[in-house]
Each structure stands twice: as structure tokens, then as C-alpha cells.
């Protein structure tokens, strides 16, 4: 069974700092991977999503690597600000066509 | 392009007592998904519908738990009895058969708490 692990749980940086976050999976056979941004009392959305065939996207300020063989991403923020704070979810996706989500790296921003 | 909807919003009953919840998906979404997210953890899949025919449910307790998706459109995930440990948010999802390797889009959840 996949089992996805993120580190560190919480991150607190101040305005302005690069960060990286961290994913790994157990099972490499993976769809894609897929990190999700989720605010207080709300539901998940997406930020980028890497096929299994590529090695990294970017969004703006925000760029998403794996590394399928060795079962990890990272998800790099650049001059994080305040408005980023919120818990970053990775999941992949396995052959069935399911998610398998981290516990999630809770990120505080400060002014 | 409308969201994923679901009611209500928030929840609270007490152990032993039933609830339902209700998931509108995307318009022309044949797949829909209910995540369970306890507290300080991942959202962990449920149960999982192509049209109205069920993918996976391995990891839905069936003893208490039960969702059905009728006319493949709307969903309703339904708890008898509940128990404390349900305290939790349910999340609904879908996405599109035409993009199978894609995203899947989020409601914003039904948070319950089982007193």
C-alpha cells in the first residue's frame, strides 16, 4: 500500500525566505503527483500537478520536482509572503486512478 | 464552471445518532470521490464512483458507513450510528473520466463533530 510522508509537519519563516517542503512515497508506480494547498475550514486546491513522466513544473513563484525512483518532491516557494500560509498537501495518484495524501506541512508566513 | 457543492457545511450530533451528507459534483464529472480528513491528517479516501458504480470502497467501514450515487450525478454519504471517532471533515471530489490522469476538484467540506 503507497504511503506518502511530508516534512517538516509545521514550517514558520519569515516574509521574504525561499522554503522548501518535502514529500516522499513508498510505491514509485505512480500516475502522478499532485501538491495541494488547504486553508482553514476549506476544501483542497490544486497548485501543480507533475506527470509521472517529468521531472518538475513551475507556477509562478512556486516550483514542484520528483524524482519517481527515489519517491520523492519537493515543493520550492519563492519570496514566500503571508498570504501563503496554509497546510501544503502532496498526493499521488496510483493505476486506479486514486489519491494517496500526505499529512500535510502546516506553513506560517510572517510579516 | 460551477464547484463542487456540498451541505451542509457543519454538523454536530451525538454519538449514536445518524447523519448525512450531500455532494453535488462538476457538471459532467463521471467520477466522484468522499475523503475522510481527521484532524492534523491527510484527507483518506472512502469511497470512490465512476457514474454510479462503485471503484473502491476497501477502505469504507461498512459496519457503519454507507454512500450511494444514484443517476451518477449527486452523492450522499450517510453514518448509522455514529461514533466519536468520525469527528472529522468529509471532503467530495471529482473529476473527469476524459483526463483520468488529472486533477481532481474539492468541495469545501462538511465538518462533523460527534458529541
Known amino acids: 500500500k503507497q504511503e506518502v510522508t511530508q516534512i517538516p509537519a509545521a514550517l514558520s519563516v519569515p516574509e521574504g525566505e525561499n522554503l522548501v517542503l518535502n514529500c516522499s512515497f513508498t510505491d514509485s508506480a505512480i500516475y502522478n503527483l499532485q501538491w495541494f494547498r488547504q486553508d482553514p475550514g476549506k476544501g483542497l486546491t490544486s497548485l501543480l500537478l507533475i506527470q509521472s513522466s517529468q521531472r518538475e513544473q513551475t507556477s509562478g513563484r512556486l516550483n514542484a520536482s520528483l524524482d519517481k525512483s527515489s519517491g520523492r518532491s519537493t515543493l520550492y516557494i519563492a519570496a514566500s509572503q503571508p498570504g501563503d500560509s496554509a497546510t501544503y498537501l502532496c498526493?499521488?495518484?496510483?493505476?486506479?486512478?486514486?489519491?494517496?495524501f500526505g499529512t500535510g506541512t502546516s506553513l506560517t508566513v510572517i510579516p | 464552471e460551477a464547484g463542487v457543492a456540498q451541505s451542509p457545511r457543519y454538523k454536530i450530533i451525538e454519538k449514536r445518532q445518524s447523519v448525512a451528507f450531500w455532494c453535488n459534483p462538476i457538471?459532467?464529472?463521471?467520477?466522484l470521490y468522499w475523503y475522510q480528513q481527521i484532524l492534523g491528517q491527510g484527507p483518506k479516501l472512502l469511497i470512490q464512483f465512476q457514474n454510479n458504480g462503485v471503484v473502491d470502497d476497501s477502505q469504507l467501514p461498512k459496519d457503519r458507513f454507507s454512500a450511494e450515487r444514484l443517476k451518477g450525478v449527486d452523492s450522499t454519504l450517510k453514518i448509522q450510528p455514529a461514533k466519536l471517532e468520525d469527528s472529522a471533515v468529509y471532503l467530495c471530489a471529482s473529476s473527469t473520466p476524459l483526463a483520468a490522469q488529472e486533477t481532481q476538484y474539492f468541495g469545501p467540506g462538511t465538518r462533523l463533530l460527534v458529541l
Open positions: 457538471s459532467g464529472h463521471a467520477t
Open positions: 498526493a499521488v495518484m496510483n493505476t486506479g486512478n486514486q489519491f494517496y
